[in-house]
């Protein structure tokens, strides 16, 4: 018998390894079941056994105890850098505070706000601390509002090489768009668009995908990422819908999330981004469609029909008041939901929580949603999104990424369910472990390669820096109390 320290952090042991537990979640024609005093059993990279004690020869059998072995979490709107949003939260509106380009910066030139050094860094540091909240696959998403432009190639290829190193399952694609929103005046935010630079930045991102898709054994895959739906061309997103059949690529694009959003696309198109696509032909079932919190009925019925899935990142949005209405309704519609982060603490399980208290509130009652469907929606529905079967579940055959969640913390008491004590207890914080393709990632907080402490420090300072910045980029430039004022004077 040997234990989770027995084995080398950041690499796959050799041999069938069994893990014993009190729990595991496995799948068994086509669900998920709750096994009690279970094993499973994964050998390289795969999943070969998942139910009752494992009769074969192993190489090693470790007992876990009173954990809860999971599928590890789909992030697919994972945040992946300092998180801007939360300077925010208590301030606004975003035109005065630094989320809206000023005129005056634009006239200036804008620059990246961040070295190539931090860029890469942010996103080191980000994928660290997905695998500690049992996220195993993640499709990273960062701000624009800091960049020169788009995002970079170059920063791309340091996130593969990261995601590598680290033992994290990604799906990699740098962002890029042909406008962006500019403050003219106090309140007015206009679009201004630059196309030729937006088609720069889709062949870009189609050469990274055609020498990074399927890289480091498959680890790291390929995506395109077009910004927002405002500011996108609809030539930009034609070419882009066109690469994304002929190259078998996942679209994440940014629609039906805002009501600054609304307003542009209604400006432009006369009438909603779901809808303004839907009239083009380029709604499908690659494209992930993060938020739909500002989606109407005749949205949500094109995403339905088209076999759009929802990217649902609930804690965001409940920061400020707002939720997707509903997850029930999106469901009973037939809409795949999968589950983001999107905001710090980039904690999966917190995200979970609040979906579920957010769902049931916009249906008025606890019928409104289960603890079931959000775990779904973290799992499964996230595989389906990738259409990667192989994934968000755990059964033979299966890629053997799984999350082990510690369900004697004193946090903890009582005990019921184990998943929905995990889920109601709202917090990541937990996750004692967490294999990717087989190999050990994450064990009790520490990462292969990274210190956490010092690197904690690190991103303190370099989002310091980026802060001092902000006044350039605020519209009448104030200093940066009067844009973000203590919580007490």
């Known amino acids: 018998m040997t234990g989770l320290d027995d084995l080398t952090l950041g690499q796959r042991p050799d041999g069938r390894t069994a893990l014993a537990a009190r729990w595991i979640v496995g799948h068994h024609e086509g669900r998920h079941k709750l096994l009690e005093h279970a094993e499973i059993v994964f050998d390289g990279d795969r999943v070969i056994h998942v139910g009752a004690p494992f009769v074969g020869e192993v190489a090693r059998r470790i007992n876990l105890g009173d954990v809860l072995i999971s599928p590890g979490f789909i992030d697919l709107d994972a945040l992946s850098d300092l998180d801007t949003t939360l300077l925010t939260v208590d301030t606004g509106p975003g035109w005065a505070t630094g989320r809206v380009w000023p005129q005056a910066y634009v006239d200036r030139g804008p620059y990246e706000m961040y070295t190539p050094d931090e860029l890469a860094f942010q996103k080191r540091y980000a994928f660290a601390q997905l695998l500690r909240g049992g996220i195993t696959t993640a499709l990273p998403i960062a701000s624009l509002f800091y960049r020169e432009w ?14 590598a190193a680290l033992g994290l399952r990604v799906w990699l694609g740098p962002a890029y768009r042909a406008g962006g929103m500019v403050c003219t005046a106090p309140g007015i935010v206009e679009p201004r668009f630059d196309e030729a630079r937006g088609l720069q930045g889709l062949a ?13 054994r498959g680890l790291v895959q390929a995506m395109l990422s077009p910004d927002r739906i405002e500011t996108c061309t609809l030539d930009l997103l034609r070419r882009t819908m066109a ?20 307003r542009t ?5 006369g009438t909603t981004g779901p809808q303004w696509l839907a009239r083009h032909g380029l709604l499908h079932n690659r494209l992930i469609a993060p938020h739909a919190v500002e989606a109407e009925p005749e949205d949500l019925a094109l995403y339905a029909r088209h076999g759009v899935t929802i990217a649902h990142c609930p804690l965001v949005y409940a920061r400020d008041g707002e939720m997707l209405r509903s997850f029930r309704r999106c469901r009973d519609m037939g809409i795949n939901i999968g589950m983001g982060t999107d905001t710090a603490p980039a904690d999966m399980v917190l995200n979970m929580a609040v979906a579920l208290m957010m769902g049931r509130a916009a249906e008025g009652d606890d019928r409104g949603l289960t603890t079931a469907e959000v775990f779904n929606a973290a799992t499964i529905g996230g595989a389906n999104a990738l259409r990667r079967p192989d994934l968000g579940r755990l059964q033979p055959g299966s890629k053997a990424d799984i999350a082990i969640f510690d369900m004697a913390d004193s946090f903890f008491a009582p005990r019921i369910d184990p998943v929905q004590t995990l889920v109601f207890g709202a917090t990541g914080r937990v996750t004692k472990a967490v294999f990717v393709d087989g190999r050990l990632s994450m064990v009790d907080g520490r990462v292969a390669g990274m210190d956490m402490h010092a690197a904690r420090l690190q991103a303190q300072a370099q989002f310091d820096r980026l802060l001092a910045k902000y006044p350039e980029r605020a519209f009448g430039h104030p200093d940066l109390r009067t844009m973000f ?5």
Do not use: I
């Not at 690469?243 to 609304?262: C, F, I, W």
């Not at 004022?485 to 004077?489: G, I, K, L, Q, Y």
């Open 150 to 163: 788009g995002e970079t190639v170059a920063e791309f290829e340091a996130a593969a090489d990261a995601a």
């Open 485 to 489: 004022p203590p919580t007490f004077a």
């Open 204 to 216: 870009a991102a189609l050469d990274f995908a055609g020498r990074v898709g399927g890289s480091h």
């Open 243 to 262: 690469a994304s059949a002929e190259m078998d690529l996942p679209v994440r694009l940014h629609m039906a999330q805002g009501k600054m959003e609304r």
């Open 265 to 269: 696309v209604q400006a432009l198109h």
